[in-house]
């Protein structure tokens, strides 16, 4: 992926340098457009990073203290804990165990008169069932903030995740389909209000300088990594059809190899495969043995939310959660990456065969 980019990359630095402006100045500006454009929505806002995003998400939306959101059970602990930073409660809801995305069949069973949003997560790539997490929102009236991290480019019924909800946060950390070089996140949505509002909070509470409106915070994209961001926006389709391209050679091979589960697509979504999550009871083993082979794996996520230490106090004890506990118990997150070839993979495959 560096070497798509690295010769563009260069002057955008250059510029960066010369202009001496470093902080919310065009190359902002012009990355907000760009992405705003990208996810079929009228504004961006950059940020900081993707928890940041998230919280002042939820901030924009008058969420705190005494409130529910309803989070997945199964993610990346960081959903959790925007919810928690801004004196929510996060109520989890477990997951689809073919998809890994939330169950939208459970949701209205977790709505209480406390509920105020929904954060669904599209986990690993893929788009979550948004037309009916929509309709449930809808029904109880109840603010959707699309978790939007592992997933930009997925669709649902055709349309693209970060432009659901009413307002949507996603981090550009450099290991994501879209990332910089450091921490970076941005935040979408179609509501000019609420996208006016996350402005103000994200620079200290301030459109003026000096001169203060509300309580905010500082969490302001930086202008190199604006820069870059625009530059590697241009590939982002190209390197998600790379992905595809690879998960669907895994798929094709593993499939019937063992106790192996590979990805399931649901009904009218795709995934842009941040991650090729495989299921296997004998997960601690494999990695072991393509360890040995000299293949890397990595376990997203090993314990989830609800058993972390941070989150004791909500009470929460082993069982509670079982699927997301099944998910965190096997499964294993196999190479993909844009430059991945098929002998590559190929060779992944023939091992995982060699070992069961």
């Avoid at 990355?31 to 928890?51: I, K, M």
């Avoid at 959660?321 to 098929?342: H, N, Q, R, V, W």
Wanted: proline share 5%; hydrophobic share 35%.
């Amino acid at each position: 992926m560096n070497a798509d980019v690295k010769q563009d990359l260069l002057p955008s630095f250059e510029q960066f340098i010369d202009n001496g402006w470093y902080i919310l100045g065009n190359q902002v500006n012009q990355f907000e457009g760009e992405y705003a454009s990208y996810c079929s929505t009228s504004y961006c806002a950059g940020v900081a990073n993707g928890l940041d995003a998230l919280i002042i998400a939820l901030k924009t939306l008058e969420i705190g203290p005494g409130d529910e959101v309803i989070v997945p059970s199964n993610t990346y602990i960081a959903s959790w804990l925007a919810v928690s930073y801004v004196g929510a409660t996060p109520v989890p809801v477990e997951p689809r165990i073919s998809t890994y995305n939330i169950n939208p069949d459970l949701i209205e069973a977790a709505i209480t008169p406390k509920t105020k949003a929904i954060m669904p997560v599209h986990l690993y790539g893929q788009c979550c069932e948004m037309d009916a997490i929509m309709a449930i929102a809808n029904k109880h009236q109840l603010s959707v903030v699309e978790d939007n991290a592992q997933s930009q480019g997925a669709t649902y019924n055709g349309k693209i995740t970060g432009s659901f909800g009413h307002i949507n946060g996603t981090s550009f950390y450099p290991g994501k389909n879209l990332g910089a070089y450091g921490d970076a996140g941005a935040i979408t949505s179609n509501n000019e209000a609420l996208i006016k509002k996350a402005f103000t909070i994200r620079n200290y509470g301030s459109n003026k300088k000096y001169y203060n409106e509300i309580k905010g915070i500082n969490s302001r994209l930086d202008e190199l990594q604006a820069g870059f961001l625009s530059i590697k926006l241009r590939h982002l389709n190209n390197w998600n059809q790379q992905r595809e391209a690879i998960a669907k050679q895994y798929t094709r091979e593993l499939t019937g190899i063992g106790d192996v589960i590979t990805p399931v697509i649901a009904d009218n979504a795709t995934s842009v495969f941040h991650l090729f999550v495989i299921r296997t009871e004998k997960r601690e083993a494999l990695q072991q043995f393509l360890t040995e082979q000299g293949i890397g794996t990595l376990i997203h996520y090993p314990l989830p939310p609800h058993l972390q230490e941070a989150y004791s106090d909500l009470g929460f004890k082993k069982g509670d959660f079982p699927l997301a506990e099944k998910i965190a118990d096997t499964c294993l997150s196999l190479p993909i990456y844009p430059g991945l070839t098929e002998q590559e993979v190929s060779f992944i495959c023939d091992t995982i065969k060699s070992f069961f």
